[in-house]
């Protein structure tokens, strides 16, 4: 339902006189805060005239604001919160056997897949890739299932860049780094449902430090993103009684490969090179050599 207000105003949009165009970016922007804030504090917060968030509710088809904000407020309550939410709520899978059940779920995560190529993804991505590109130092951040997500971009830059920074827990250290961080640094964050608060907390305190913050996370509504942020919003449905990771880990995947040919030119030599040091650890399992003598 948010995607289908979200297009509704991108519709809009560019027809819409100033004010009212004002007041539309702020409602894309801040989700959250249209479900939770009346309509004059909204208009404060947007810079415009109370009566202009009524003209624009009723440009976008509602009777009036009231009717724009229940709707948000719909979606927030509706949110699903904890595992047995997920569960409760998972895909139903139309299936006699096992075998049909995954083909089914399996059919399901590839057309979420599909779904991800799209304009608006591909915007995000590009936004996310320039900052990041032109950040000193990129710090990663995930935890339970997000963790994978945020470990394997990391992985993906660390191998060439020394800019990326994990936010491990190892010790209880793990968000100490972000002390000396500043506003040429970013943020890569990722989190879904039901939110982690150490993760929550942390994004906030990066935002509040200056950095640009580059969220994948599961809705406009997470509280990992602000007005200011890059969000990369993927589905996670599942049949499962765990949210689907498969479209955050192609989010990762493929953010690191553009940060990665915008980081340096000499990206393959340092591919080469550590090709050389992981060839002299023997790091790597190496088939035999067929032609080797017995």
């Not at 004002?22 to 109370?50: F, H, K, T, Y």
């Not at 904000?69 to 595992?83: E, F, K, N, T």
């Not at 050389?276 to 080797?292: E, G, I, S, V, Y």
Request: hydrophobic residues 45%; aromatic residues 6%.
């Amino acid at each position: 339902m948010m995607q289908r207000i979200q297009s509704r105003i991108a519709a809009r949009l560019p027809e819409l006189p100033g004010q009212l165009r004002q007041a539309a970016q702020w409602i894309v922007d801040n989700p959250r805060d249209v479900a939770l804030l009346s309509m004059r504090e909204q208009a404060r917060r947007a810079g415009v005239q109370p009566a202009s968030m009524t003209r624009l509710a009723q440009a976008l088809g509602y009777d009036g604001f009231d009717a724009l904000r229940a709707q948000h407020a719909d979606i927030l309550r509706d949110m699903v919160q904890g595992l047995s939410g997920q569960a409760q709520k998972r895909l139903k899978v139309d299936a006699d056997s096992v075998s049909g059940a995954a083909d089914a779920m399996i059919s399901h995560a590839s057309a979420q897949i599909a779904g991800l190529a799209n304009h608006d993804v591909a915007g995000a991505l590009d936004r996310a890739a320039h900052r990041l590109s032109k950040s000193a130092r990129i710090f990663c951040l995930g935890q339970r299932s997000s963790h994978a997500v945020a470990w394997h971009f990391y992985y993906a830059l660390s191998l060439v860049s020394d800019r990326a920074i994990l936010l491990d827990m190892a010790g209880g250290t793990g968000f100490d780094p972000l002390l000396r961080a500043g506003a040429d640094d970013a943020l890569f964050v990722c989190c879904v449902q039901p939110y982690t608060r150490a993760v929550v907390d942390a994004t906030e305190q990066a935002r509040q430090r200056g950095l640009h913050i580059v969220a994948v996370t599961d809705s406009p509504f997470s509280p990992l993103v602000g007005a200011d942020d890059t969000a990369l919003i993927v589905p996670t449905a599942s049949a499962s009684y765990l949210h689907a990771m498969t479209p955050a880990f192609l989010m990762a995947d493929v953010l690191a490969a553009l940060v990665a040919r915008a980081d340096d030119p000499e990206t393959l030599a340092r591919l080469d090179g550590l090709d050389r040091q992981l060839a002299t650890l023997n790091t790597f399992f190496q088939f035999p050599d067929d032609k080797a003598d017995p």
